[in-house]
């Protein structure tokens, strides 16, 4: 039964490594994500994340059990925090369990990468520099105009 | 038939609301929700590509709408 889930609280590791873990599995993988001090050139102070999340909870099920058909290994947990996270802080967690380190390994992976391309979430990021919405892999755009002074003021 | 469109992350910014209400004709797809979309919302008309979905799964544009549908559109996504 995998464990997928949104949260606004902060992640607690050991919680989704529980969730994961039995007698039967000698391998537990784990990523954490955590939200870094800078992007693209950028000193980064906080990130806001947005959700559909509804349809975030879906895809993040569908993803697990994507993982399970794929790699055989059914103890998956996959915890994203939204809301306002400061640096340092968890904003996805993905554990897998599995009866060896190989295919717990890989299926970590891939699930990291999965949830990125597919979860309906976005990070709004706010620094020295002004705040930005992060689009894709490769996206910013400035979410609010930096001030100028007017012409002939 | 009038449809409620959500939106989000920039697009919600720029349209200043979490879902807008577009009137749209029977057999519409979700490429013309788009585009009613952007001629409600100056601010996303020059906007090209976003990722769209209906009843909360990732659809193409050819997709039929139907009262009731749930659609959403946003940008591309940047969870992690």
Request: aromatic share 6%; with cysteine; proline share 7%.
């Amino acid at each position: 039964m995998p464990h997928c889930r949104l949260t606004t609280d902060p992640v607690d590791p050991r919680q989704a490594e529980a969730a994961v873990g039995g007698p039967d599995r000698g391998a537990v993988a784990g990523f954490l994500g955590v939200v870094r001090d800078h992007h693209a050139g950028r000193r980064v102070r906080r990130i806001e994340y947005h959700a559909y999340a509804p349809m975030a909870e879906t895809i993040l099920g569908q993803v697990a059990a994507e993982a399970t058909a794929r790699f055989g290994t059914p103890h998956v947990a996959i915890v994203h925090r939204i809301g306002d996270l400061g640096v340092g802080e968890i904003s996805l967690q993905v554990a897998v369990a599995a009866v060896h380190r190989r295919e717990a390994l890989a299926a970590c992976a891939w699930i990291v990468d999965e949830v990125k391309a597919r979860a309906p979430i976005w990070k709004k990021e706010f620094g020295e520099d002004g705040t930005f919405w992060i689009e894709g892999p490769d996206g910013c755009r400035a979410a609010e105009p930096p001030l100028r002074p007017r012409n002939g003021g | 038939m009038k449809v409620t469109v959500l939106l989000f992350a920039r697009y919600r910014e720029a349209a200043g609301d979490r879902a807008i209400v577009v009137d749209l004709t029977e057999g519409a797809t979700l490429g013309d929700a788009w585009a009613a979309v952007r001629r409600r919302v100056p601010a996303l008309a020059a906007e090209t590509g976003p990722m769209m979905a209906l009843d909360q799964a990732y659809r193409g544009p050819e997709t039929a709408v139907l009262p009731g549908s749930e659609i959403a559109f946003f940008p591309p996504v940047s969870g992690g």
